[in-house]
């Protein structure tokens, strides 16, 4: 059985290293990564189809920052899936746990959903790196 929806599609942000510049360092530094690189955004089908890299970033941006610089914001909708750095930015993202709340089982099953159904644009990542 297949779950994929033609029009739903998948994306992500990611690092791309390089090597560290003096007089970048400070811009292209990802402290999440602890490395220098600059940001990609990686947009795919549910069945693993590439369709876009965006253009570079400064690697010490957010995915959300950098999703609204590329403009994606206009072009993708709630039927776009996304991580959690995506949350308030209109797409189908998992629910983030409140401290001290216990998640309801049946939220816990929606983000599993979610992120088994994003697992795709971590494969094409990791391919389009190696």
């Not at 950098?66 to 993202?93: C, E, N, P, V």
């Not at 816990?108 to 979610?114: A, G, P, W």
Request: with cysteine.
């Amino acid at each position: 059985m297949s779950l994929d929806v033609p029009d739903s599609l998948v994306v992500d942000g990611t690092l791309v290293p390089t090597w560290n510049w003096r007089s970048l360092g400070k811009t292209n530094f990802s402290g999440k990564h602890k490395r220098t690189g600059f940001n990609h955004h990686v947009i795919c089908t549910l069945n693993g189809r590439l369709l876009v890299i965006t253009d570079p970033l400064p690697g010490a941006r957010h995915d959300a920052h950098a999703f609204r610089a590329h403009g994606l914001d206009q072009l993708l909708d709630s039927s776009t899936l996304a991580d959690k750095g995506y949350i308030g930015l209109g797409l189908a993202t998992p629910t983030r746990r409140k401290p001290g709340v216990k998640v309801p089982q049946g939220v816990k099953d929606n983000n599993r959903i979610i992120n088994r159904l994003r697992a795709v644009v971590e494969r094409v990542i990791a391919q389009m790196k190696s």
